[in-house]
């Protein structure tokens, strides 16, 4: 069964960087694409940005200068930076299994930024 | 980028009652996708490619539309159902969200 669980901490200052990973369980990053999607208080949701087999990446353009998402293929990992990070990045952090539809997700992390 | 508007933003049915939520693009989109998220857990794939049913969900779901204008339907609403809906379109970067559709029971 395809499992995923995010780590990271959930508190950030603002101007500093998010840092979260995704562990995957029960099937190799280095098959499909492998996503970030948050969602914020309030019920909004934005995808973020996805990480391919291949180690190719697509971002969403409203992120564009600040985030990074990369991997390690040994460890059946994916990351997720988001760099200078203010109140309004405040959210539940998913990571999730596809690259235009998701099908498998992570149980989520809350993050606040908040001095 | 696409904007998807769900309505209604929230709504309430009874056992047995036919449901119906809507999801409007801003554009022309070819499919689209519905999650379900129940308080406290993650969102789920429901339908996919507009009317495909994700496995495990029960066929009293189905999804329709084309173009700008898609729904997905609950024939006979159950306790179960009760959950926020969400639309997502994969047709054009960046790919986004409905903004959600809480359902109730009654």
């Known amino acids: 069964e395809v499992q995923l669980q995010e780590s990271g901490p959930g508190l950030v200052k603002p101007s500093q960087s998010l840092s979260l990973t995704c562990s995957v369980t029960?099937?190799?990053?280095?098959?499909?694409?492998w996503g970030w999607i948050r969602k914020f208080p309030g019920n909004k949701m934005e995808w973020m940005g996805y990480i391919s087999y291949s180690g190719s990446t697509s971002y969403n353009p409203s992120l564009k200068s600040r985030i990074s998402i990369t991997r390690d293929t040994s460890k059946n990992q994916f990351f997720l930076q988001l760099n200078s990070v203010t109140t309004e990045d405040t959210a539940t952090y998913y990571c999730?299994?596809?690259?235009?539809?998701?099908?498998?997700w992570g149980q989520g992390v809350m993050v606040t930024v908040s001095s | 980028e696409i904007v998807l508007t769900q309505s209604p933003t929230t709504m309430a049915a009874s056992p047995g009652e036919k449901v119906t939520l809507t999801c409007r693009a801003s554009s022309s989109v070819s499919y689209m996708y519905w999650y379900q998220q129940k308080s406290g857990t993650s969102p789920k794939l429901w339908i996919y490619?507009?009317?495909k049913l994700a496995s495990g969900v029960p066929n009293r779901f189905s999804g329709s539309g084309s173009g700008t204008s898609y729904s997905l339907t609950i024939s006979s609403m159950e306790t179960e159902d009760t959950a926020t809906y969400y639309c997502?379109?994969?047709?054009?970067?960046?790919?986004?969200f409905g903004g959600g559709t809480k359902l109730e029971l009654k």
């Open positions: 999730a299994r596809g690259g235009r539809v998701f099908d498998y």
């Open positions: 997502q379109q994969g047709r054009s970067y960046p790919w986004t």
């Open positions: 490619d507009t009317s």
């Open positions: 029960g099937y190799s990053i280095t098959s499909n694409y």
